[in-house]
């Protein structure tokens, strides 16, 4: 039995399986795995793989995404994701011609969706994501339209912690004097594209700030809840569970009184902005 290839949905959307993608309008477009989840869900309800109706309960959508019903800000979140899901299928919530709000119960895929078996040779257009030599692809999700333009393939880098340097709140690449990712971006950065990987440690719709210590001004990362509440770290570069040795990478865990951490997940930076998990800890 042949598997599925990617989902068509409507005339000119295509959701990939493997690897995981999305292109609209002939164009591939960034789409973080969480939502792509969602659109998978939506999409497989559509098809009746999963239930026996089009309509999708706000319960399943976030069991899609790997979030519990029971985290605070769900409901905020899950608006957030088909927000931007609309966006990048060219819809919105006024029209809703391709996603459908269904109040107090959920959303509903409204394009026709084919499973496709067989790449379309047909087309004469590739299946895969342009090579790093293809140039560069427009983003059109705002998520991630802050910089204008991203190659698919990344990098994956070393990090330091500017203030360790001498330098400002930030992240240094690959050395001491290396590019330097600023606060502002970085904090944005970590907020949408690192914490929502922490479901099982952070609550949903958490912030991260820069606090002072010992008379240091910026000096450390601290996660702070919905509520307020300080529920984590983030420590780039050094890992505060092994004598603060340097390996490059971003660790997130408890901070504890001794000075140290109990460090929860290690994740790689790599040179699109995203961060991947190498290793669990806790």
């Known amino acids: 039995m042949e598997s599925v290839h990617y989902y068509r949905i409507g005339a000119d959307i295509e959701l990939y399986l493997k690897p995981p993608q999305l292109r609209v309008e002939g ?5 973080h795995p969480q939502y792509y989840a969602v659109l998978l869900c939506l ?8 239930g026996k109706q089009s309509e999708v309960h706000h319960s399943d959508l976030l069991d899609a995404a790997s979030i519990s019903v029971e985290s605070e800000g769900t409901d905020d979140w899950l608006r957030t994701v088909i927000k931007r899901l609309r966006h990048v299928l060219r819809d919105d ?6 996603i459908k709000t269904h109040r107090n119960y959920g959303f509903e895929l409204l394009l026709d969706v084919k499973a ?8 004469g257009t590739s299946l895969l994501l342009p090579s790093i030599t293809a140039g560069k692809t427009n983003l059109t999700d705002p998520q991630w339209g802050e ?16 203030p360790n340097d001498k330098r400002p709140a930030g992240i240094s690449i690959d050395s001491r004097d290396g590019p330097l990712i600023p606060w502002p971006e970085l904090k944005r950065e970590i907020e949408e594209k690192l914490f929502n990987q922490l479901g099982a440690y952070i609550p949903v719709n958490c912030t991260a700030i820069l606090k002072d210590l010992y008379g240091r001004k910026d000096w450390i990362v601290r996660i702070i809840s919905p509520r307020g509440e300080e529920v984590g770290g983030v420590w780039f570069g050094s890992n505060p569970d092994d004598k603060w040795i340097y390996d490059g990478l971003v660790h997130v865990g408890k901070p504890l009184n001794n000075g140290t951490a109990e460090v929860w997940q290690t994740f790689q930076r790599f040179s699109d902005g995203t961060y991947r998990r190498v290793r669990v800890e806790k």
Do not use: N, Y
């Open 27 to 31: 164009q591939f477009v960034p789409l």
């Open 43 to 50: 999409v497989q309800h559509k098809l009746g793989i999963k």
């Open 93 to 98: 919530g006024k029209k809703q011609s391709i």
């Open 116 to 123: 496709v078996q067989e790449p379309d040779l047909e087309s």
């Open 147 to 162: 910089r204008e333009q991203h190659t698919l393939s990344a990098q994956p880098q070393r990090t330091r912690w500017g």
